[in-house]
T-cell receptor, first 114, second 112 residues
Framework: GENVEQHPSTLSVQEGDSAVIKCTYSDSASNYFPWYKQELGKRPQLIIDIRSNVGEKKDQRIAVTLNKTAKHFSLHITETQPEDSAVYFCAPRAGGGSNYKLTFGKGTLLTVNP | NAGVTQTPKFQVLKTGQSMTLQCAQDMNHNSMYWYRQDPGMGLRLIYYSASEGTTDKGEVPNGYNVSRLNKREFSLRLESAAPSQTSVYFC???????????FGEGSRLTVL
C-alpha cells in the first residue's frame, strides 16, 4: 500500500508569512494529489488538488506543486491569515478503477499567529 | 442536497456494548469509506466499499464490521466496544473523478 509522510507535523507562522507543507509518497503510480483542510472540530474538506500531468496549480493564496520524479508534492500558502489555522492532510492516490484504498498523511497543524 | 450524513454525532458506551454508526450520502457516489481519527494519528482507514455489494478492509479493521446496505448507505458496527475504540469516526464518499472525498460531520465515540 501507499506510504505517505507529511512534514512538518506542526508549523507556526506569523500572520502574513508564507507556509509550506510537504507530502512524500511511495507509489509511483499515484496520479492524483489532493490537500484537505480540517478546522478544529470540523470535517476535512478539499482545498486544492492536482493531477500528475500538471506541475503546479494555484488558487488565490494557495498553491500545490508536484515533483513526480522525487515523489513529493507541497502545499504553499502565501499571506497567511488566522483563519488558515487548521490541520492539513495530503492523500495521494493511484489512478485506475481498482484503487480505492485511500491513505492520508498524519497531518500538519498550522498555527497562524496574529 | 445534504451530502454525507452521519448518526449519531455523540455516543458513550460501556466496554462490551455494541452499536452501529450510520452513514448516508445523496450524491450518487459508488465508493464510501469509514475512517477513525485519533490525536497525532491522522485519518486511518477502517473499511471501504468500492461499490454497492462490496466491502474491503482498510488499515485498522479489527473490532469492526461494515454493511453496504445499498448505494446510499454504509454502516459501521462495533460488536463489543473496547476503550481503544474511543475516537472520532468519519464517513466519506468519493466523487468518481478525480476522486475528491466528501466527509460527514463525524461521530465522537467514547468507550468507558
Amino acid at each position: 500500500g501507499e506510504n505517505v509522510e507529511q512534514h512538518p507535523s506542526t508549523l507556526s507562522v506569523q500572520e502574513g508569512d508564507s507556509a509550506v507543507i510537504k507530502c512524500t509518497y511511495s507509489d509511483s503510480a499515484s496520479n492524483y494529489f489532493p490537500w484537505y483542510k480540517q478546522e478544529l472540530g470540523k470535517r476535512p474538506q478539499l482545498i486544492i488538488d492536482i493531477r500528475s500531468n500538471v506541475g503546479e496549480k494555484k488558487d488565490q493564496r494557495i498553491a500545490v506543486t508536484l515533483n513526480k520524479t522525487a515523489k513529493h508534492f507541497s502545499l504553499h500558502i502565501t499571506e497567511t491569515q488566522p483563519e488558515d489555522s487548521a490541520v492539513y492532510f495530503c492523500a495521494p492516490r493511484a489512478g485506475g478503477g481498482s484503487n480505492y484504498k485511500l491513505t492520508f498523511g498524519k497531518g500538519t497543524l498550522l498555527t497562524v499567529n496574529p | 442536497n445534504a451530502g454525507v450524513t452521519q448518526t449519531p454525532k455523540f455516543q458513550v458506551l460501556k466496554t462490551g456494548q455494541s452499536m452501529t454508526l450510520q452513514c448516508a450520502q445523496d450524491m450518487n457516489h459508488n465508493s464510501m469509506y469509514w475512517y477513525r481519527q485519533d490525536p497525532g494519528m491522522g485519518l486511518r482507514l477502517i473499511y471501504y466499499s468500492a461499490s454497492e455489494g462490496t466491502t474491503d478492509k482498510g488499515e485498522v479493521p479489527n473490532g469492526y464490521n461494515v454493511s453496504r446496505l445499498n448505494k446510499r448507505e454504509f454502516s459501521l458496527r462495533l460488536e463489543s466496544a473496547a476503550p481503544s475504540q474511543t475516537s472520532v469516526y468519519f464517513c466519506a464518499s468519493k466523487h468518481p473523478a478525480p476522486g475528491e472525498l466528501f466527509f460527514g460531520e463525524g461521530s465522537r465515540l467514547t468507550v468507558l
